[in-house]
Nanobody, 115 residues
Framework: QVHLVESGGGLVQPGGSLRLSCAASGFMFSSYYMRWYRQAPGKERELIAGISSTGGTNYVDSVKGRFTISRDNAKNTVYLQMSSLKPEDTAMYYC?????????WGQGTQVTVSV
C-alpha cells in the first residue's frame, strides 16, 4: 500500500526556518519525480518545488533562494528545507509523487509563519 507521510510543519516566526520531510513507502521511490505543493486558505494548490529521480531541481520564483528540495533514495524520503520564511508562506504543504502516470499525494503538514 502506498503511503506518503509529511512531517516537520509547525509555527515559526518570520525569518525562521523549518525542514519538512516526506517519507514514502509502497512504491519504487527512486524512480519517481517528487514535488512539494502548498495550499493557503482560499487559494489554489500551488506547485513550489520538484526534484527528479536523478536530482535535478526546480522551484517557483517565490521560493527560489529560500527553499531547497532534496531527496535521500536510501531512506525513501524527500525534504524541503525552508528558510527566511515569510507570513505569505503560511499554508498546508503537500508531498506529491509522479511516475509514468502514477500519482500519489500525502495528507499534508501545516506551516504557519507568524509573530
Amino acid at each position: 500500500q502506498v503511503h506518503l507521510v509529511e512531517s516537520g510543519g509547525g509555527l515559526v516566526q518570520p525569518g525562521g526556518s523549518l525542514r519538512l520531510s516526506c517519507a514514502a513507502s509502497g512504491f519504487m521511490f527512486s524512480s519517481y519525480y517528487m514535488r512539494w505543493y502548498r495550499q493557503a486558505p482560499g487559494k489554489e494548490r500551488e506547485l513550489i518545488a520538484g526534484i527528479s529521480s536523478t536530482g535535478g531541481t526546480n522551484y517557483v520564483d517565490s521560493v527560489k533562494g529560500r527553499f531547497t528540495i532534496s531527496r535521500d533514495n536510501a531512506k525513501n524520503t524527500v525534504y524541503l528545507q525552508m528558510s527566511s520564511l515569510k507570513p505569505e508562506d503560511t499554508a498546508m504543504y503537500y508531498c506529491h509523487a509522479l511516475h509514468l502516470g502514477y500519482v500519489y499525494w500525502g495528507q499534508g503538514t501545516q506551516v504557519t509563519v507568524s509573530v
